[in-house]
């Protein structure tokens, strides 16, 4: 099995978060979304109000049209 793929994402605002997810506002999209703590990876902001860069999964960066 292969190692999880990443991609950064730039210019992101985290909302709110629950202990499962983020709501993550993503600047370049202007558009919020919900993505699991499970398919970030290690430094992706975790703080509400923090702005950064998260390493999302590479499939699910796909998925929400982030590449």
């Known amino acids: 099995m292969s190692e999880q793929e990443y991609v950064v994402v ?4 985290l ?8 709501l ?9 979304i919900w993505l699991p703590w499970s398919q970030l990876d290690e430094g992706s902001i975790d ?12 499939r699910l960066a796909w998925k929400h049209n982030l590449t």
């Open 10 to 13: 730039f210019d992101v605002l």
């Open 15 to 22: 909302v709110k978060q629950t202990d499962n997810a983020g």
């Open 24 to 32: 993550f506002e993503i600047e370049a999209e202007a558009k919020r």
């Open 47 to 58: 703080t509400d109000g923090q702005v950064g860069s998260i390493y999302l999964a590479k």
